[in-house]
């Protein structure tokens, strides 16, 4: 399957800072990329869908000004997520759609644990 | 509305068979996803069905009755390593932005 990478695996934070996550598909090229977050044994939760070249489209209830998206390239997604606090302690997770097999077929990236201290 | 039900948790033997059920109300299908997602990690993609019928891949299957909504994915020779949760998630054009929508996931134990 496609390869989708994603960096820091694992990052700390003091609050009131802002943290860059990144998100890579490694093999193919992916115009539209998608920020998920996770609390403990909870469900997905859609973020965000990120589209290259353009303003990132947010899910209802998501601050778009402190989740900040960029899709510079067909490769690379970044969600930053600014004046960081305790609250946004989560696993997030990206994902890019792979269109070469005909299925669509969602990849995600390894997760990336934010803890804000 | 969309909406995916799937066991919370179930227990199983190693070298053993499971099966987990998935059933789906949504207002569209485009295709139904199992992901197998360990703790801790991210979900890897496990199968895919669109048509009616069985989808065989090593000791992973998985089912697909669209006109029952209902969807089971089936582990052969079960290994401790297969302890994990799985998720069912269905692409419905009137779902996400990624168009899936997901279950809660069914956490499998594997028992020695």
């Known amino acids: 399957g496609a390869v989708v990478s994603q960096h820091p695996s694992r990052v700390i934070c003091k609050s009131g800072t802002s943290v860059k996550i990144e998100c890579r598909s490694l093999?193919?090229?992916?115009?539209?990329m998608f920020w998920y977050r996770q609390f403990p044994k909870q469900s997905l939760m859609l973020m965000a869908t990120s589209n290259e070249g353009s303003k990132a489209t947010y899910e209802q209830g998501v601050e778009k000004d402190k989740f900040l998206i960029n899709h510079a390239s067909l490769t690379l997604s970044t969600l930053t997520v600014t004046s960081a606090h305790p609250e946004d302690s989560s696993f997030y997770i990206c994902?890019?759609?792979?269109?070469?097999?005909?299925?669509?077929?969602?990849?995600f990236g390894e997760g990336s644990w934010l803890t804000v201290v | 509305g969309q909406n995916i039900d799937q066991p919370t948790e179930m227990t199983a033997t190693e070298g053993a068979i499971v099966q987990i059920n998935c059933t789906y109300q949504t207002s569209g299908f485009n295709g139904l996803f199992w992901y197998q997602q360990h703790a801790g990690e991210a979900p890897t993609f496990l199968s895919y069905n669109v048509l009616d019928g069985l989808e065989e891949k090593g000791r992973f299957s998985s089912f697909l009755s669209r006109s029952k909504g209902y969807s089971y994915l089936l582990l052969k020779e079960l290994q401790m390593k297969d302890s994990a949760s799985y998720l069912c998630?269905?692409?419905?054009?009137?779902?996400?932005?990624?168009?899936?929508?997901f279950g809660k996931g069914t956490h499998l134990i594997i028992q020695p």
């Open positions: 998630a269905v692409r419905d054009p009137g779902g996400g932005a990624d168009g899936l929508t």
């Open positions: 994902s890019a759609r792979d269109g070469r097999d005909g299925r669509n077929t969602i990849y």
């Open positions: 093999d193919f090229q992916a115009t539209t």
